[in-house]
């Protein structure tokens, strides 16, 4: 754990008085589309099959048309116009369509278009969305069989920056705060405890208003001290590895964020070596660079260059 207690995350951290008050409100008034509800429910099952997840895209117009739209993209290059789900699922594939489909249901009801000049939303749900799918990945490479933990890690992926994604979406002006301090010379991390604004109490609080499984409350609240879950250590630990990956990877914030992770501890936890997690990385990175016009295109209607991967990665893996 960290040795600076204020840093480390709690259920008890602080929340600045106004926001904790309207984190009630949220949990009434703003929650998960019950498509996107279904679908969580869906994944987390062992035996999810695409008819099952053909069932729930079409109960919902608008991300049955985002689906269809998808899969008619460049990306693809199909010769014939695809009109339905199922065969949607079968261009896309299943394990992306997953993914997009919930980050078409998360973005949707939160829109980052509106943010603090500046600052640019669409980094968080890029972020995100490649969280979500090198922890899916790290998840298969642990457990190769276990799906259930496959589609956990996907979900958790997602959710893991919920604290940030309310800041900025639902409390602009307390982010303007946040970024001001940022841009004073304070560290991020450090900024948001001076104004009780951390990201992980905040994403928890209300992931705990939504009734989210407690698996998802405890990845929002420790993705950044593994060590502090107590009844959750592997999630946890594989959305904070992909969580690092991905800032390392040239998919961050666009945050200054410290980048530290507890390599040694969270390895052993997954009972992964040094040499797996590098061929690991090689791997996913590679097939991130094949899916991100996917999600250019979930965030924004359009395709754009592949993400270069980052020089972070050499730190962290020699």
């Not at 969580?40 to 985002?66: C, H, R, Y």
């Not at 496959?150 to 982010?175: Q, R």
């Not at 928890?204 to 950044?224: A, D, M, T």
Request: proline share 5%; charged share 20%.
């Amino acid at each position: 754990m960290d040795n600076d207690n204020k840093l480390v995350a709690s259920p008890d951290l602080p929340i600045d008085i106004q926001v904790n008050h309207r984190l009630v409100d949220l949990g009434r008034l703003v929650s998960l589309p019950p498509t996107t509800f279904r679908l969580l429910s869906l994944l987390m099952s062992d035996n999810t099959s695409a008819k099952e997840l053909q069932a729930v895209i079409e109960q919902d117009p608008g991300l049955a048309a985002k689906v269809i739209s998808l899969s008619n993209s460049p990306v693809y290059a199909v010769r014939d116009p695809v009109s339905t789900i199922d065969r949607a699922i079968i261009i896309v594939g299943f394990k992306e369509l997953e993914i997009l489909a919930l980050g078409i249901g998360l973005t949707e009801n939160f829109d980052l278009k509106k943010v603090p000049g500046g600052f640019d939303g669409r980094k968080i749900w890029l972020h995100c969305l490649a969280v979500s799918w090198i922890a899916r990945e790290l998840a298969l490479t642990v457990k190769p069989r276990e799906a259930r933990q496959a589609s956990e890690a996907m979900i958790g992926g997602l959710l893991h920056e919920l604290g940030t994604i309310i800041l900025v979406s639902k409390f602009p002006v307390h982010f303007q705060q946040l970024l001001d301090l940022v841009s004073s010379g304070r560290d991020y991390r450090e900024a948001e405890t001076t104004l009780s604004l951390r990201h992980e109490a905040i994403g928890y609080q209300l992931s705990r208003n939504w009734g989210l499984p407690e698996v998802f409350q405890q990845i929002i609240l420790y993705h950044h001290f593994p060590k502090a879950s107590k009844s959750y250590e592997r999630p946890v630990s594989i959305i904070s590895l992909a969580d690092n990956l991905a800032h390392r990877s040239g998919y961050g914030l666009g945050l200054e964020e410290r980048l530290e992770i507890d390599l040694p501890y969270v390895l052993k936890c997954l009972n992964l070596t040094v040499d797996q997690l590098q061929t690991f990385v090689k791997n996913v990175i590679a097939s991130m660079a094949r899916i991100q016009p996917l999600w250019d295109m979930v965030l924004n209607g359009e395709s754009k260059k592949p993400v270069p991967k980052g020089s972070g990665l050499s730190s962290l893996l020699s």
